[in-house]
């Protein structure tokens, strides 16, 4: 089982960036997937969540709005397009899985301890 982030980078305020995250080992459809990131000396902060088979989406205050959630199941990878960043967005990237997506939401209201297998990530800086 392998989750593999990709997409972050530089950017100035206001500026968009589209994550991936490329699954191997194991079937998206049959996982909750949470996007969750970690600024460095703060704890991790989940930022959204879905599940493809049953149609849900997830997402905390500092990404509704801005942040969109999304599968390619044919590519068995997720997304999270992120317009009008910030610079408190600054952070490592990763996406994680649980095994019951049929509660996606309260597993997200949880956060990041109960979601593994992440990756290494990847890192999105907000800066002028």
């Known amino acids: 089982l392998q989750l593999v982030e990709s997409g972050g980078g530089l950017v100035q305020p206001g500026g968009s960036l589209r994550l991936s995250c490329a699954a191997s080992?194991?079937?998206?459809?049959?996982?909750?997937i949470m996007w969750f990131r970690q600024a460095p000396g703060k704890e991790r902060e989940g930022v959204s969540c879905?599940?493809?088979?049953?149609?849900?989406?997830y997402y905390t205050d500092s990404a509704k709005g801005r942040f969109t959630i999304s599968t390619d199941n044919a590519k068995n990878t997720v997304y999270l397009n992120m317009n009008n960043l910030r610079f408190e967005d600054t952070a490592v990237y990763h996406c994680?899985?649980?095994?019951?997506?049929?509660?996606?939401?309260?597993?997200?209201?949880?956060?990041?301890?109960?979601?593994?297998?992440w990756g290494q990530g990847t890192q999105v800086t907000v800066t002028s």
């Open positions: 994680a899985v649980n095994r019951r997506p049929e509660i996606l939401v309260q597993l997200c209201g949880i956060g990041p301890s109960v979601f593994g297998s």
């Open positions: 080992g194991l079937i998206l459809d049959d996982y909750a």
């Open positions: 879905i599940s493809s088979r049953f149609g849900t989406t």
